[in-house]
């Protein structure tokens, strides 16, 4: 337990000092702000460009914004934030192995799966983090500008996305294990949400898809229930543990 | 007691067989070297050792307790220096030894004074920079405070001065040299003069196999052969002799080095009598390692 608390006391002191943990505040709270700004600015957008849109024909009412724009603005916005996430932490695992700073730690006798669930957690609570922080802010200014009750089911919903973030996680891990290099992690991690995204495109078989999780946004109109994600959760937080506990033998049995 | 035992140890990267059967006893205490060429198959013996490659044939005991790939329990005795070391470069060297220490599970207090031990003896003592700016040799100092923070029973160095300029190889052969009392040293290198200046014991690893080891004194004396230099006042006088006697041979104008065979020194200088040829001098040669290694390596 020790080794394990220290080995991730080490994986925080390298995000703060490598400037990561900084980095990824700024860019989960400017996500957070853009939802509501966007909103808001959308109607004086509209002012400015009438007068164009005007000559070609079209003729600009008044347009109204609420709390709704903003939230679907957050469900657009979301997917970037993670992949600028994944980009940024992707090398987690294998700047370790590319300079031979593990060997040093596992000729010490720290067993190799501290290192898979140190890594892990710090994955974990940095979206964890990030992605409450964004919806925190959010969910202010919406609730300072206009009516957060209009939409259904928000905590559920976030909480879909929430989860699908942590499903990358899980990608993340597992291709660090099972690669070197940077790039294998990414177009594992990209691979897998590809395949799982192209599920969804199955009327059949999207229920079960992870990535059902993505299209969380149907449920703040009340377009869909939240029984339709009742298959889809499940299967993500099995994935995730089984993903995790086989990174571990994998990492045991890999060649450093 | 031996430190560690190698038996028969065999690995293979695909094709390419590196260790053939490696046999390898290294006893506790003193200053072991591993000798051998580049790619001889040194890292790769070390890295089995430490349980990082997995070994296709053989056993390996350390402190009598058998090496198991992956999960190695053994390393428990064992400081390791890697070649190049690699340490998180984002900590000082106080607090890298402080996580070391910590993953080890070593208690706090025992932390503290281990570490300003040790800074101390690398001489890295005042150093509160990251270790992002550190020299080649610097590192190397780390990586030794690292490799001995827990008292290991087995210090393992991988070239650790193959790398550095001369002030550098001095200070390291030191520090090894110092820590000789209080564990059991295996270094790996291919500068002999490091070996002759530190070494105990020697083992030479040729083409996958361990040729020759032993006390260092007594690979030297078993192996001292019969060999002399001569040197003739003049040029024809050396031209001579190499003619008479196959066992010279000319290294310089007037320069001959005899190594006894069919005949002996005594024969050699009792030509040199009869025909009354001027000596400017006769020594008889000291076998250096190096002459010892050239010829291990061409067997």
Redesign the interface.
């Known amino acids: 337990m ?2 394990l ?3 991730t ?2 994986e925080w ?2 995000q703060l ?2 400037g990561r943990l900084l980095l990824l505040l700024i860019i989960f709270t400017l996500f957070g702000i853009m939802n509501p700004a966007i909103a808001k600015l959308t109607p004086w957008i509209f002012e400015l460009m009438a007068d164009s849109l005007e000559e070609s024909g079209m003729v600009v009412t008044t347009v109204t914004v609420d709390a709704m724009t903003s939230w679907t603005q957050f469900f657009k916005n979301i997917p970037m934030a993670l992949i600028v996430f994944v980009l940024m932490e992707s090398s987690i695992f294998t700047r370790e192995y590319q ?3 593990l ?10 799966y501290k290192v898979v669930l140190a890594k892990s957690f710090v994955l974990i609570v940095l979206w964890s983090a990030g992605y409450w922080l964004c919806f925190g802010i959010t969910y202010g200014y919406n609730s300072y500008f206009w009516d957060n009750g209009i939409v259904q089911n928000l905590l559920f919903s976030v909480t879909c996305w929430w989860l699908f973030g942590l499903f990358v996680v899980m990608l993340m891990v597992l291709f660090s294990v099972m690669t070197d290099a940077n790039t294998g992690v990414l177009l594992g991690t990209g691979g897998v949400t590809l395949a799982v995204y192209l599920i969804t495109l199955l009327p059949k078989a999207a229920p079960f898809s992870p990535a059902k999780l993505m299209g969380s946004v149907a449920l703040l109109t009340g377009a869909e229930e939240k029984g339709d994600y009742y298959k889809a959760l499940p299967i993500t937080v099995v994935l995730c543990v089984v993903g995790v506990m086989a990174s571990i033998p994998i990492q ?2 890999r ?2 | 007691m031996e430190m560690l035992q190698i038996t028969n140890l065999k690995k293979r990267f695909g094709d390419k067989e590196v260790l053939k059967g490696v046999t390898l006893a290294v006893p506790e205490g003193g200053v072991f070297g591993f000798i051998g060429k580049n790619g001889a198959g040194k890292t790769t013996t070390m890295k089995t050792v430490l349980g990082l490659l997995k070994p296709d044939e053989g056993t390996i005991l350390v402190a009598d307790e058998p090496v198991v790939y992956g999960q190695t329990a053994t390393n428990r005795y064992i400081g390791y220096l890697p070649d190049v070391p690699e340490f998180y470069d984002f900590m000082t060297p106080s607090e890298y030894l402080t996580f070391c220490g910590e993953i080890t599970g070593m208690d706090k207090k025992d932390i503290v004074t281990r570490r300003e031990e040790l800074l101390e003896l690398v001489g890295l003592s005042g150093e509160k920079h990251r270790i992002k700016g550190f020299s080649r040799g610097m590192k190397q100092r780390l990586g030794i405070a690292q490799a001995l923070l827990g008292r290991p029973k087995l210090l393992i160095c991988d070239e650790p001065t193959s790398a550095l300029d001369p002030v550098g190889r001095k200070e390291i052969l030191d520090i090894l040299q110092a820590v000789k009392e209080q564990t059991t040293v295996l270094f790996s290198t291919h500068i002999l003069s490091d070996v002759e200046r530190i070494c105990t014991d020697i083992a030479f690893l040729h083409d996958g196999v361990v040729c020759m080891q032993g006390k260092l004194s007594e690979i030297k004396s078993g192996k001292r052969t019969e060999e002399y230099r001569i040197e003739t006042e003049r040029e024809a006088d050396a031209r001579t002799l190499a003619e008479k006697f196959s066992e010279c041979a000319l290294s310089g104008e007037r320069q001959l080095l005899f190594r006894e065979g069919k005949a002996t020194i005594f024969e050699l200088m009792r030509f040199l009598a009869d025909k009354e040829i001027e000596i400017a001098g006769v020594e008889r040669m000291e076998p250096s390692l190096e002459s010892l290694f050239m010829e291990v390596v061409k067997k």
Request: charged share 30%.
């Open positions: 020790k080794s608390i220290a080995f006391k080490k002191m390298e000092r490598s300079s031979g700073t060997v040093l730690a596992l000729t010490k006798g720290l067993e190799r045991n049995n060649r450093l």
